[in-house]
Every structure is written in structure tokens, then in C-alpha cells.
């Protein structure tokens, strides 16, 4: 038996979300017609509900102290306890990350057939051993570099883990900036960037051609996305890696431009002139059950 302290931060299904908090007449109206937009909305809701009672379960059989949090996308304070344990996917463990800082995390796939786990090393299946051997410092870990933010000088987040999409606030319209990086500057126009540390290149920066960096890296990728050139010129600044120590500057030539942090719910607004400075943050994160890559 154990006194460890646990925060459990646990996602709210799509299902909980619109028809059990929002009683949403329409989404209630599309899962009674079976369409296919909310087709598996039930069975992941119910297989996140069983895999969220068993985390429970374990973690009272193992003696823990356990305070549930059900608003992943909520800060809360992590001090004092010994382990936070997410149940949901990638976006819930990205979410709750931001609040951790000296304290491992661990994360639970509570759905693996609807849900991605890519930093989830456990599920419904292995939970009590996962939680056991993690609850006693036997679980291997793997600390991830994480990105500091600042805008004008004034630091926004310590703690980006994935990547930060820069753009214009208006998908449709084109996001123009300066970017400074090892004393080379370029203007460009394009539809945004992309820019993270490693743990964040499997994602979205390869999609948009980036490179995978190894997991323990502690290197910034930038990767322009959708680059507008005008006939007779070249862009040079297009894939960057931003080594420790150093910094990747960009100015906004846009009035209504946004940042969005780890995902769509954390947003920073961006002012003209206002100067954004991308760099290695002092906070790495210690994730438990992964493995290098």
C-alpha cells in the first residue's frame, strides 16, 4: 500500500460534452439517426468510461490519495503531489502538461481504437502494473525538451510541448512576418508556421514536410507551411533547427494574428510590430513508459 498523492486529470468525451453537459438537440437528433459524423461519439465515451473506473479502482487498491480534475484544458496547481496521471488521449495529456513542471506524468489511452496515445504508455489493459511500477519510481522515463514562448520580451509559456501554430487570425487570408534567425533575416508570406521541439515532429511538422527529430533532442524545428514566393525569388529560411542556446525571432507585419499553444484552445494574440522569441525552455518534461526513439 501507498500514500502517494495523484492528480487524475480525466477528458470530457465528445459524447459527455455536447449530449450529457450541452443537451445539444442536434447532436442528440444525429446519434438516434446513426450518422456516420457521431457514428463511434457512444462506444468511445463508454470505453473512456470503463478505462477511467479502472484507473480509479487501481489507484484505491494501491492505497493512493487521488484528486480528480475533470477540465483538462484547466490550470491547476501540481504542487505536492507525487504523480499526475491523465486519462484520454494526446490532447489531454498536452493539456494537463502545461500545470507540470517537477512532477513525472503519466498517460493513460483511455480509448485506443478512437482516440491518439502516441505519449500514452498505458491503457485499460495494464493499468494497475503501469500505475504500480510508477507509483514506486520503476517505471522508465524520458524527459522531453519543451519550448519557451515570449512576446515583446514577456515570456507566455514555458511549457510547449507539441508545437505552436503562427498565423493569421483568418484561415483564408496570408500571414506576413519577418523571420531572424543566426543573424539572417527574411520576409515572407505564407499560410503560417509551425514551430516545436522534438516531441512535436512526428505531428503536424511533418505534415508539412519537416523532419522527425530523435525524442530526446533538444533541438526547435520551424517549418514554413505553404509558402507564397513571388516569381524570381526563393525563401532560404523555410526548415529551420534552432540549436540549445540559441533563439528563432519573428516579427508580425499582421494586426490580428494568433499563436495557438499545444492545440486549439490555448491562443496568444499577436499585434503588428509585436516580436515573438522561440527558445529552449527551462522546464523539460518527464514523461513515464516511453521509450527513446
Known amino acids: 500500500m501507498t500514500s502517494a498523492r495523484i492528480i487524475l486529470i480525466a477528458k470530457r468525451s465528445a459524447f459527455a460534452k455536447h449530449v450529457e453537459d450541452a443537451e445539444d438537440p442536434r447532436a442528440r437528433l444525429l446519434l438516434?439517426?446513426?450518422d456516420p459524423s457521431v457514428k463511434h461519439w457512444r462506444k468511445a465515451h463508454d470505453e473512456h468510461r470503463r478505462t477511467l473506473d479502472a484507473v480509479q479502482k487501481a489507484l484505491k487498491r494501491l492505497g493512493a490519495r487521488t484528486l480528480v480534475l475533470r477540465r483538462p484544458h484547466a490550470a491547476f496547481d501540481a504542487s505536492g503531489a507525487d504523480l499526475v496521471v491523465t486519462v484520454g488521449g494526446d490532447g489531454t495529456l498536452l493539456a494537463a502538461s502545461h500545470s507540470v513542471s517537477d512532477i513525472p506524468i503519466l498517460g493513460v489511452n483511455s480509448a485506443p481504437d478512437h482516440s491518439i496515445g502516441f505519449f500514452c504508455a498505458a491503457k485499460r489493459a495494464n493499468i494497475e502494473e503501469m500505475l504500480d511500477l510508477a507509483i514506486r519510481g520503476r517505471l522508465k522515463k524520458v524527459r522531453l525538451n519543451r519550448m519557451r514562448v515570449a512576446v515583446n520580451g514577456r515570456i507566455r509559456?514555458?511549457?510547449v510541448l507539441n508545437d505552436v501554430l503562427f498565423c493569421h487570425r483568418s484561415p483564408a487570408a496570408t500571414s506576413r512576418y519577418i523571420i531572424e534567425h543566426r543573424g539572417r533575416k527574411e520576409e515572407q508570406r505564407s499560410s503560417g508556421m509551425w514551430v516545436g521541439p522534438a516531441a512535436g515532429s512526428t505531428a503536424a511538422q511533418k505534415s508539412?514536410?519537416?523532419r522527425v527529430l530523435p525524442l530526446?533532442?533538444?533541438k526547435i524545428q520551424l517549418?514554413?507551411?505553404?509558402?507564397?514566393v513571388p516569381r524570381g525569388q526563393t525563401y532560404k529560411l523555410m526548415r529551420i533547427l534552432v540549436s540549445p542556446g540559441e533563439k528563432l525571432i519573428v516579427r508580425s507585419k499582421?494586426?490580428?494574428a494568433l499563436m495557438f499553444v499545444d492545440g486549439p484552445y490555448k491562443k496568444i494574440a499577436v499585434a503588428l510590430g509585436d516580436t515573438i522569441t522561440f527558445s529552449n525552455s527551462d522546464q523539460p518534461l518527464t514523461v513515464l513508459g516511453l521509450s527513446r526513439r
Open 32 to 34: 438516434k439517426r446513426r
Open 157 to 159: 509559456s514555458r511549457g
Open 208 to 210: 508539412a514536410g519537416g
Open 216 to 218: 530526446g533532442s533538444k
Open 223 to 228: 517549418v514554413v507551411r505553404e509558402p507564397y
Open 254 to 256: 499582421m494586426n490580428d
